[in-house]
């Protein structure tokens, strides 16, 4: 007997069409949220820190987004494999954008094919890739709209994800380098999912 194409396959075919190394969809409730990552990005002197609404202390606490994650029945979890001279090289910027626009390319799809508010997250601070050039980030000076609010996602770290436990879950971790001692390094992106009741998955 042959399967009808689920709208999650179809999800999971466009992800890889876009070109990316992996890709699962997991219950929601297997996210890690812990605050201390989000403290990183302060401890750290993250220079997205305070530029961007994706970052703290401006984006929502880890308490507020362990509620929304509860509210969600999935999430789709997609990785880049990249060589890690260029992750950690002039090129690093190209990098995060092509991910923070995939993970909002996956979001739309997603909208537009039976799932209500999917929500993208992806790694990097939305102010060094997306308007590096800018002075300042028109929505924190109350100046302005997003430039770029098609493609920008919320920081994963910054809303306190624990990727490395994500990535142990799926046995990505072999392949996440320690001290860019590994040829590749993983970049990633999540989309949260919830069905919309009317539509048969
Ligand atoms: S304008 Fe948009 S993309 Fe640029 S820093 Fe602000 S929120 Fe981020």
Redesign the pocket.
Known sequence: MIRKKSIQDSLIEYCKKMGVNDVRIIPSSKISVEEQFAEICKNDKCPGYG????CPPFVMNSNKFKDIISTYHSALIFKFEIPTNILFGNERNEVLYLLHETASALKYFSLNNGYINAMAIAAGS??QI??EK?KA????TNSGK????EK?CPSMSGLGVNFNKISKLLGWDKDTTKKNEEPTSNMAGIVLLKHDPEISF
């Open positions: 530029s961007a609404p994706s939305c102010k997306f308007c800018h980030c028109p929505v924190i997003c430039r770029y609010p920008a």
